[in-house]
């Protein structure tokens, strides 16, 4: 095998087994092999080898009672040997010192210390039944709702200074692309192109989609007369036969979907809010023990050293590209 396949691949797999021991070397893990002359080594490996400490640490015994057979845990040695064997021939090859395997061994130690930090904030401060409560109340149309309907909608803007003669204009132009409309309803295609080329961008929704919504407009806030004349709409793909008239302007509409009444009671939701509470709080975590060990750090930057990497790195696209060597010719 070429060398320097060889030494890539060697890499790849370190830079793998690696992270595994670093993983377990932040929670309190040795994660090398030990010298000590105080304990035994029960696996050797030239002058150096793993303690029953260091077997039981990976093992992790503590947090599994049961489910170890003779055969897992012969496979799992082998798996800590591979480890400390791979690591130490990198060491041997000087890998460890390459500025891409130390930013892989940074990110590693980056996701351990967070997760440590999390882990013990959360201890200190997990989430209670009554914070559960309360976003349930908080958010209950999330989990009781009525009949929802989702339209596509082609929207005239009208502005409410503007003159009689620009809204007779502006409705004009309304009833033309309803008119257009027709060819398209009912299919599957056509009333996203009409949509993109003569809608305007409505306040309450992104272009052309409303989003879900129930006969009172909520949660969009749409207007109660929008709904209605939206929920007339029986079939998929159904349009609307008359212009829908709002204090913002007219509105073509097509049925794109529909959503059955959801009743979701508290106890059938609360493991789900929990998961949602305890993301958000584990990010909250993160990004406010970043911040702190960001000011806590006294970091500066050098003045220059944004333009000095622009300057680099324009030097560098404008450089000409190496291409592959010539392919010799047969006859040379």
Known sequence: MNRNIAKNLLIV???????????????????KTSNSKSEKLVIK???SGLTKADIKSYLDFGSRKSGFTRG???????ELVT?????KEAQRQSIDKSPKIKRTIHQVLM???LSKETKKKLELHPITEKEINQYY??????????HQIRVADIFIANQKEASPKETAKKHRFALQVIKETRSVEGKRFGYGSLVRKYSEKHPLFSLGNTGYFDKNGTPVGISTH???EAFKLTKIGQINKELIKTDKGWHIVMLVGRR???HRRYETVKRQIKQKLLTVRQQEIKESYIVKLKEDSNILYDSDLIDELLIGIKQSSNSPKQGPPPIPNSND
């Open 45 to 47: 490996f030239g002058n």
């Open 137 to 146: 109340q908080q958010n209950i149309n999330l989990f009781h709702r009525g």
């Open 226 to 228: 929008f709904s209605k």
């Open 72 to 78: 897992i845990i012969k496979r799992k040695l082998d």
């Open 260 to 262: 059955p009444p959801v």
């Open 111 to 113: 996701q351990s210390v």
């Open 83 to 87: 480890i400390e064997v791979l690591a």
């Open 13 to 31: 797999v370190v830079v793998f087994f690696f992270g595994m021991a670093l993983s377990y070397y932040i929670w309190g893990i040795k994660g």
